[in-house]
């Protein structure tokens, strides 16, 4: 699997989460555990295609993917502007457009 073809997959999957837990129609642990299947299938990309420069999806990927693992749930919940950012990289996921300010995505 390529560098590309694991965003592809993982990223609308992320957004959807992120989009649920924003709804309260997931718990925080669910994506809690999503992110450590994710970290863990990201170990069997291919290497030689880690070299490419990352699209700004991926970027926004891992931006968002930090923001559930350095923010608590009640911490994002509770935070209009953490809110705000996520529900923004889930759209420009999803949709496209303009990437997110202050979105600094980089790879584990």
Known sequence: MTANDFIE???????????????????????????????EEWQGVS????DDQPSDTEKVFWHLLYCFDHWSGWAIKG??????????CCDYINIGGNIPQSCIGIRP
Do not use: S
Not at 47 to 50: C, E, F, N
Not at 79 to 88: G, T, V
């Open 79 to 88: 935070n209009q502007y953490l809110r705000q950012q996520i529900h923004d």
């Open 9 to 39: 997959t993982k990223a609308p999957q992320l957004a959807y989460y992120g989009k649920a837990f924003l709804d309260n129609q997931l718990d925080y642990k669910e994506i809690q555990l999503y992110m450590w299947d994710v970290l």
């Open 47 to 50: 290497g030689k295609q880690l």
